[in-house]
């Protein structure tokens, strides 16, 4: 599995059409659902970041998933909420296209993190646990986006519990701890595990999936063709050994060339 990782103010429904001839799955976004979440990501425009602040974020929602009706790519979306209740509106939404919902425990940006958003709900399991079981109560399958690398949160622990709360994949931002998707995968069996940051090539993917990955995703790359061809291609050749029988024919014990 390959999926496009959400930009801020990029990732669109005419972004996640780009990449449809080679990645499966495009996660739109960060949508900033909530009173509270909207204000921080206002600061981040005041401060030169791209944001999407719609003004009604569900109808926004509705509208780019329905751009994507018939496209070959299923569609995500990336949502930040301070409370449980826009998740599952979010969650409403995403289950009507069919398309993923993915909770934003990631974002590190100070704003987001003051208005309880992003990699605060890390540190909050029992809040991201609520906002998982509420978004999938509502029937849509279900991402959480995590990193790697934050003081005193055991994400491996984290992932189990998000998973046991009904989550259907668990979206990793390795940081440069690459080998944290193996320990996440190994207490994470019935769920999907995308390992996400850096991958831009064979050896960058096929290092996730040796680890145990699913998939993987591509951010910052994620509108250049060349990029995002070369690593569905390394998926694609990943699967296909992955199905196939071993390479060296055993006979008699022997192995043969
Ligand atoms: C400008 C920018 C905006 C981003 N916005 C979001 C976001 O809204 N939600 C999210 O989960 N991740 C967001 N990310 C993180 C990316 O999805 C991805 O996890 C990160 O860039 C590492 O992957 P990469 O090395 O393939 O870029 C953003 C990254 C960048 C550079």
Same mark, same amino acid.
């Given at each position: 599995?390959?999926?496009l990782?959400s930009l801020?103010g990029a990732a669109d429904a005419a972004w996640a059409r780009h990449g449809a001839p080679?990645a499966d799955l495009a996660f739109l976004g960060g949508l900033?659902?909530?009173?509270?979440?909207?204000?921080?990501?206002?600061?981040?425009?005041?401060?030169?970041?791209?944001?999407f602040?719609p003004d009604d974020p569900l109808s926004f929602a509705d509208a780019q998933l329905a751009a994507l009706a018939g496209a070959p790519i299923r569609p995500g979306l990336n949502v930040?909420?301070?409370?449980?209740?826009?998740?599952?509106?979010a969650?409403?939404v995403c289950a009507r296209h069919d398309a993923v919902v993915e909770?934003?425990?990631?974002?590190?940006?100070?704003?987001?993190?003051?208005?309880?958003?992003?990699?605060?709900?890390?540190?909050?399991?029992?809040?991201?646990?609520?906002?998982?079981?509420?978004?999938?109560?509502? $029937? %849509?399958?279900?991402?959480?986006?995590? /990193?790697?690398?934050? +003081?005193?949160?055991?994400?491996?622990?984290? =992932? *189990?519990? #998000?998973?046991?709360?009904?989550?259907?994949?668990?979206?990793?931002?390795?940081?440069?701890?690459?080998?944290?998707?193996?320990?996440?995968?190994?207490?994470?069996?019935?769920?999907?595990?995308?390992?996400?940051?850096?991958?831009?090539?064979?050896?960058?993917?096929?290092?996730?999936?040796?680890? $145990? %990955?699913?998939?993987?995703?591509?951010? /910052?790359?994620s509108d +250049?063709?060349?990029?995002?061809?070369?690593? =569905? *291609?390394? #998926?694609?050749?990943?699967?296909?050994?992955?199905?196939?029988?071993?390479?060296?024919?055993?006979?008699?014990?022997?192995?043969?060339?």
């Open positions: 599995m390959l999926a990782a801020s080679f900033a659902l909530d009173a509270e979440s909207r204000a921080a990501a206002r600061d981040l425009v005041a401060r030169g970041r791209e944001e602040l930040r909420s301070a409370t449980v209740d826009p998740i599952r509106a969650a409403t909770i934003n425990a990631h974002c590190r940006q100070a704003e987001l993190c003051a208005a309880g958003c992003g990699e605060t709900l890390l540190r909050d399991a029992d809040r991201l646990a609520r906002y998982v079981a509420a978004a999938a109560e509502t $029937g %849509a399958t279900v991402s959480v986006k995590v /990193r790697t690398e934050i +003081d005193g949160v055991d994400l491996p622990a984290t =992932a *189990r519990r #998000v998973a046991a709360a009904g989550a259907d994949i668990v979206h990793v931002d390795a940081m440069d701890s690459e080998p944290v998707v193996a320990d996440v995968a190994a207490v994470t069996p019935d769920t999907r595990v995308l390992a996400n940051n850096g991958v831009r090539d064979r050896e960058t993917a096929w290092e996730y999936l040796a680890y $145990g %990955a699913d998939g993987v995703s591509v951010g /910052r790359p +250049d063709p060349a990029v995002i061809r070369r690593v =569905a *291609r390394a #998926v694609d050749d990943w699967d296909r050994r992955a199905a196939e029988p071993p390479t060296a024919d055993r006979r008699d014990g022997r192995v043969l060339e």
